[in-house]
């Protein structure tokens, strides 16, 4: 097995944690690689369901490397909340197998505060669905070069003068801006304190670590549309979740990534605001909603359904070069009589086989559908391509025709051993 990429093709969402536990079994180390908490990946192994959102989904498989990169946005809370979820379950978390790179900026207490106060401040028609878990303002801090790194926990008094000259600035915006109470620099030091010298002894050098490895796998979160690049902008996320972010947030050369594989939903889902092209409302939205049990693994939002759309998974094959597609949820189609596939555009008067890149332009294009019968048959015990009816072959085959790539995995269910 060589170095594996593996990115999400849509707006998230798409069942990655279940291929990268997959692929896990044959890694050395996974690493993830941007995002933060925002993310939730779902893994079921045995019938029982494991939820994670910062600690890479390989964490399952005995003595793997679990790394988390200078491109994550960490809430320190929370990762360690994870860690004692997994050892209640007898999940080996020790800093043996864990290690968060110096480098990785820490959520803060006053990045959540923001986030939530910026949100609630907003006309309805100009929130943007952000999950309030202060991902944005933490990276922002990163970007205006104020940030406070997992490196300094290992520092109480370099910690500490950090949060007082952070929250000079936030307690004007929290006071003067949001009509909310300033917030205590020593308190929010002592509220954080406990977690930064327990997870002092995770610090690591990740970069040196993946060099270590002899294969690696590189776990991404969301999806390609909602990069802060080259995603619907606004209505994205603030980290790149292009693959090429898997080299410059872990700490490797690109040179490193041999294969790369886009998770593809068998249809299409969104989570928040923000165009969606091929939305349904009525019938068929709903029956994909309810097949798919398509409720955010992290906010517990209702997911918008809608059909495939491969405008989106042409533009992402564009910015990912995947070398493979992974489907899954094919089973959810199942009892449906027809699909309808997103082939193409129309925008202003044309026919366009990409998404226009004016802001907003997703809002106001028309898809252009082909029709495909569909299938009754309850695929979800079909462990291989054999096993699977003529007409989800020819759906298959028809996705692999227009986006140029071809399918190395099918997933037909949730669990780890319905996947071939």
């Not at 925008?347 to 004016?358: D, F, L, S």
């Amino acid at each position: 097995m060589s170095n594996i990429v593996v990115f999400g093709s849509q707006w998230g969402d798409e069942g990655k944690g279940k291929i990268v536990d997959m692929l896990a079994e044959k890694a050395d180390a996974i690493v993830r690689f941007q995002g933060g908490n925002n993310a939730g990946h779902t893994l079921v192994v045995d019938g029982e369901q494991c939820i994670l959102h910062l600690i890479p989904s390989g964490v399952l498989h005995p003595g793997k490397k679990c790394l988390i990169g200078n491109g994550v946005v960490l809430d320190p809370f929370v990762f360690c909340e994870e860690l004692d979820k997994l050892a209640a379950k007898g999940v080996d978390v020790s800093p043996s197998r864990m290690m968060i790179s110096k480098k990785t900026h820490i959520i803060m207490p006053y990045h959540c505060r923001m986030d939530a106060a910026r949100e609630s401040a907003k006309s309805a028609d100009g929130k943007i669905g952000t999950t309030g878990r202060g991902i944005g303002p933490c990276y922002e801090d990163k970007m205006n070069r104020c940030g406070i790194r997992a490196g300094d926990f290992a520092d109480p008094d370099l910690l500490k003068a950090k949060i007082v000259k952070a929250l000079e600035e936030k307690n004007v915006l929290f006071t003067n801006l949001y009509s909310a109470e300033a917030m205590d620099p020593q308190a929010v030091f002592e509220q954080v304190l406990p977690v930064a010298e327990r997870l002092t002894a995770y610090l690591g050098d990740v970069s040196t670590a993946i060099q270590e490895s002899e294969t690696v796998l590189f776990e991404g979160a969301q999806g390609t549309h909602l990069d802060i690049d080259h995603g619907t902008y606004p209505f994205v996320t603030s980290s790149n979740t292009v693959t090429a972010n898997a080299a410059s947030g872990s700490g490797c050369s690109p040179r490193s990534l041999d294969r790369i594989i886009a998770i593809v939903k068998a249809y299409t889902t969104r989570v928040g605001s923000g165009p969606f092209p091929t939305e349904q409302t009525g019938a068929d939205g709903e029956y994909l909603q309810t097949q798919g049990h398509e409720f955010g693994a992290t906010t517990g939002r209702k997911r918008r359904c809608g059909w495939l759309d491969l405008v989106v998974l042409r533009e992402s094959a564009r910015l990912n070069g995947p070398t493979d597609l992974a489907i899954t949820k094919l089973d959810v189609l199942s009892g449906l009589k027809e699909i309808k596939l997103c082939t193409a555009y129309e925008y202003k008067g044309e026919t366009v086989k990409y998404p226009p890149q004016e802001q907003n332009a997703m809002a106001h294009v028309t898809p252009v559908y082909e029709t495909m019968p569909g299938w009754d048959e309850d695929i979800t015990q079909a462990r291989s391509w054999d096993e699977l009816p003529e007409a989800a072959v020819n759906y298959l085959r028809r996705i692999e025709e227009i986006t140029g790539v071809r399918i190395g995995y099918v997933s037909v269910g949730p669990d780890r051993v319905q996947t071939f």
